[in-house]
Structure formats: structure tokens, C-alpha cells
């Protein structure tokens, strides 16, 4: 199972917000077991979404857009899921009502009239409640490839994919599968020694993959591996470790999400001693 993510917003490729839903998205595709081969950023620009879409779908078995069906002129996402399928928008009556009545409970006023377009949606897609806002989470099977429309907000976008994607895309993919990684934190060798002291490890392995990450002075090394379960991936990924171990030595002082103060002061506490520090010429 292929999963693709494409984020919608000028706002993301201006850099005024940072894409924490493509990381989230990424880590939940990674606990599925399911295979992330591409993510697109895509501005608010409704030609060049349907674009992004049809690429998208002619390389992976499911789609998740998020943000862009919103109640305003730039939120695009509908009109380009129907220009990139070729499946006209259809109007839902019965959630427009519920959301003019939600309005008027809240806010003791008439809905304004461009939220109605929250309640358009491709022919044959369903709508999913979104108990959170106002835009309905959205789900279409287009010629054999899954596409979801998400909203941009965090909270709202990490429970509709919980609640109807993930579950609809684990019975398309039947068996289970888990995708696990293990990093190596190494300290005192430059990337390039590194990266060629594993180079045959590099070259030779697939399932389980090695990635350099370089990050100030650490350089870590990740080994990922697919399996069945859980289990199966760690046993996959126990041999090359033991390797990575053997070669780089005394460099690795940390694994996952261990972190250089930490493994310090543990070993400060392990051996009894301990640590003060001391401020001064600055006032405070």
C-alpha cells in the first residue's frame, strides 16, 4: 500500500507556517506499515492541485490532501479533486442544513453564505462528520486509487484520518505489515568517513535500508526495515545494527530518541557523580 500526501497552502511554501501535518501523516503512514514514496507541497492554485492530484494518483494507491476545503475563495481542494477525476461537485442538502442550524445554535446568527460550499463534494465521494469544524472530511475511490480531502487544522485533520481513513485504507490493504527504524547517534567522525565505512552495508541492503542524517556535530545513522510485525522488523534490523555497532565502535553513544545532555548525565548519575553549573558576568 502506497500512500501519497499532498499539503495545501501558499502559506506552507511561503514558510509562514510550518508543515507539522505532512510529519504527522509520514509517522502514521510509518505505524501502519503502509510505503511513503512521495509528499507535494501545492500552493492555492486550483490548476496546479488537479495536477499534483493526477500525478499523485498515478503513483500511489492512496492520496491524502489536507487543507483547502475551507469556507473561503482560496480553498481549492474540491474543485481540483473534481477537475483532476472529471467528477462534477454535488451539493449535499442535508449536511448544508445541519450546518446552517450548528451556526445558528453557536453563534445566534445566519451561517454566511460561502460556507455552503463545505457541503459540495465530487460525484460518489462520501462526506465524513467532522466533530471538530465545520468542513466534512471527504473520500473518493477514483479508478482503483483512494483520495481523501482532510482539513488544514491539526486537531481536526489528525481525528478524520483516524476515524475513517486509516480504517479504510487497512481493509484495501489486508495484510498487516510494520514498518520499524532503528537510529544510531554517533559522535567524532566526519559524515564522509562514515558514510564509507558502511558503504557496502549501504549499497548491499534494501529491507533493511540505511540513511545518513547529519544534525550539527552528530551524524546518525538510521536502519529500516518492513516486516509482517513488529517483531519481524526488529529481527531484520538486529543483524545490520550489530554491524553498524562493530565498525563504528565507541562513536555511538545514543539510540532513537536518547540525546547527547541525556546520555551524559545519565552516566554522570550511574557512576555517582555530580554536575553543577554556575552563571555569572551577565546579571542573570
Known amino acids: ?5 499532498i499539503a495545501v497552502g501558499t502559506e506552507l511554501l511561503l514558510g509562514q507556517i510550518v508543515n507539522t501535518n505532512a510529519t504527522w501523516l509520514g509517522s502514521r503512514i510509518a505505524d501502519e506499515g503502509w510505503d511513503a514514496m512521495h509528499q507535494q507541497v501545492v500552493g492555492d492554485n486550483r490548476a496546479r492541485l488537479a495536477e499534483a492530484i493526477r500525478v499523485a494518483m498515478g503513483r500511489a ?4 490532501l489536507t487543507g483547502g476545503i475551507g469556507p473561503t475563495q482560496d480553498d481549492l481542494t474540491r474543485e481540483a479533486m473534481s477537475d483532476a477525476t472529471g467528477r462534477p461537485l454535488q451539493f449535499n442538502e442535508e449536511f448544508a442544513t445541519e450546518l446552517a442550524g450548528w451556526w445558528q445554535r453557536r453563534f445566534g446568527r445566519e451561517m454566511p453564505v460561502s460556507n455552503f460550499r463545505q457541503a459540495e463534494y465530487p460525484e460518489g465521494a462520501e462526506q465524513y462528520p467532522n466533530p471538530r469544524g465545520t468542513a466534512p472530511g471527504i ?5 482503483g486509487t483512494w483520495l481523501f480531502a482532510l482539513p488544514g487544522v491539526p486537531p481536526e485533520m489528525q481525528g478524520l484520518f483516524d476515524a475513517n481513513v486509516a480504517p479504510r ?4 490493504a ?3 505489515s510494520a514498518i520499524v527504524s532503528r537510529v544510531l547517534h554517533s559522535w567524532g567522525i ?3 568517513t562514515l558514510g564509507e565505512r558502511l558503504d557496502d ?4 541492503s534494501t529491507n533493511p535500508s540505511l540513511a545518513f542524517l547529519a544534525s550539527s556535530a552528530v551524524i546518525k545513522v538510521r536502519i529500516t526495515a518492513k516486516g509482517r510485525t513488529e517483531e519481524e522488523a526488529e529481527a531484520l534490523i538486529a543483524p545490520v545494527e550489530d554491524e ?9 553513544f545514543a539510540v532513537d530518541r536518547e540525546t547527547l545532555p541525556g546520555v551524559v548525565l545519565e552516566r554522570c548519575r550511574a557512576r555517582g557523580w555530580r554536575l553543577a553549573a554556575a552563571e555569572s558576568m551577565t546579571g542573570g
Open 1 to 5: 500500500m502506497i500512500v501519497e500526501v
Open 61 to 64: 494507491d492512496a492520496v491524502v
Open 139 to 143: 473520500g473518493l475511490r477514483h479508478e
Open 169 to 172: 485504507l487497512r481493509a484495501e
Open 174 to 176: 489486508g495484510d498487516l
Open 190 to 192: 566526519p559524515e564522509s
Open 201 to 204: 552495508l549501504f549499497t548491499a
Open 244 to 252: 553498524v555497532r562493530r565498525r563504528l565502535g565507541a562513536a555511538i
